[in-house]
């Protein structure tokens, strides 16, 4: 079970899934080789043995990018398991590292540093799903 989130070029004015009109088509991230050059700067410690999909792994938190094999790269989801916020710092050091917006999956809306995402409450569902003591 994961937290998923999207990096995706968007305009300004969008604030939201919802406010993404259905013909829009986002502009790519770049080339591959750019975009993995671009994770290595902001994440040294990813690991792109397999440039389709990269592994993040901090103390207590993982992150799994789907880059796919597209080129250019349109996109980038990514897989949040764990706990912690040094993963919500990765996250937006991916981020910031393409200047691109990061969609929160499980709400639908963009995610900034320091406002509200569905990370904390994904961990509380998580940990509510898979607590044996909640088992009857």
Same mark, same amino acid.
Request: net charge negative.
């Given at each position: 079970?994961?937290?998923?989130?999207?990096?995706?070029?968007?305009?300004? /004015?969008? %604030? *939201?899934?919802? &406010? =993404?009109?259905?013909?829009?088509?986002?502009?790519?991230?770049?080339?591959?080789?750019?975009?993995?050059?671009?994770?290595?700067?902001?994440?040294?410690?990813? &690991?792109? %043995?397999?440039? %389709?999909?990269?592994?993040?792994?901090?103390?207590?938190?993982? =992150? #799994?990018?789907? =880059? @796919? *094999?597209? /080129?250019?790269?349109?996109? =980038?989801?990514?897989?949040? $398991?764990?706990?912690?916020?040094?993963?919500?710092?990765?996250?937006?050091?991916?981020? /910031?590292?393409?200047?691109?917006?990061?969609?929160?999956? *499980? *709400?639908? #809306?963009?995610? %900034?540093?320091?406002?509200?995402?569905?990370?904390?409450?994904?961990?509380?569902? $998580?940990?509510?799903?898979?607590?044996?003591?909640?088992? @009857?």
């Amino acid at each position: 079970m994961s937290w998923d989130v999207l990096l995706l070029n968007l305009p300004d /004015d969008i %604030t *939201s899934a919802q &406010d =993404i009109p259905d013909d829009y088509s986002p502009r790519p991230l770049g080339p591959r080789h750019e975009v993995l050059a671009a994770v290595s700067s902001a994440e040294p410690s990813a &690991d792109l %043995t397999d440039p %389709t999909w990269g592994d993040l792994t901090g103390p207590t938190w993982s =992150i #799994e990018l789907n =880059i @796919g *094999s597209d /080129d250019p790269v349109n996109s =980038i989801m990514l897989h949040v $398991r764990g706990s912690g916020d040094g993963a919500l710092a990765s996250v937006f050091r991916l981020g /910031d590292a393409f200047g691109c917006k990061v969609l929160d999956c *499980s *709400s639908g #809306e963009l995610i %900034t540093p320091g406002g509200p995402s569905g990370w904390h409450a994904f961990q509380e569902y $998580r940990d509510r799903m898979f607590d044996p003591s909640e088992k @009857g």
